[in-house]
């Protein structure tokens, strides 16, 4: 079980690659504040960013998210999907360093959009190649990623491919 964050998202729905969550995981969560923030008219992904939501288990967003982002210095929906991740003791998917920092101080397990990348290629629902090209691809579509941690996960990925 995953909770998804809109950092994850937006950057799989740019490259067509949201079936990868599915395939990493049997059950898909997210919060409406998330679910708001991705179906946001006129973004670019935004119709597979919905068709994928409609599979998704939306949950209120927690009461004490506003309180939670004012003292973390956060966004409401990155609190929303902290708290129902350290609720329900679930893993959280994001690809923001401010939001993981911040889960990780509550004692929320994260993985970034590469580990998913890394863990569909150790699983073989990607190939190696496959893998280093989607990387390539989310990084040349805009996704945040820091140029040593590009490295790393290549040379990791062709280790993989060894």
Not at 97 to 120: F, M, Q
């Amino acid at each position: 079980m995953v909770i998804v964050d809109s950092s994850a998202l937006i950057p799989l729905a740019w490259v067509g690659r949201l079936d990868l969550v599915s395939t990493a995981f049997d059950e898909i969560r997210t919060t409406e504040a998330v679910r708001a923030e991705v179906l946001t008219e006129g973004k670019r992904g935004t119709a597979a960013l919905g068709e994928f939501l409609a599979d998704v288990a939306v949950h209120d967003t927690p009461a004490r998210a506003d309180e939670v982002a004012s003292m973390e210095g956060i966004a409401a929906a990155d609190a929303s999907v902290i708290l129902l991740a350290e609720d329900d003791e679930e893993l959280l998917l994001a690809n923001d360093k401010g939001l993981i920092e911040v889960a990780r101080s509550h004692g929320v397990e994260c993985w970034w959009v590469t580990t998913l990348l890394l863990s569909c290629t150790k699983n073989g629902d990607l190939t190696a190649d496959e893998a280093t090209d989607l990387l390539y691809d989310l990084v040349n579509e805009g996704m945040n990623l820091h140029p040593k941690v590009y490295s790393q996960v290549q040379k990791t990925l062709r280790e993989l491919g060894d």
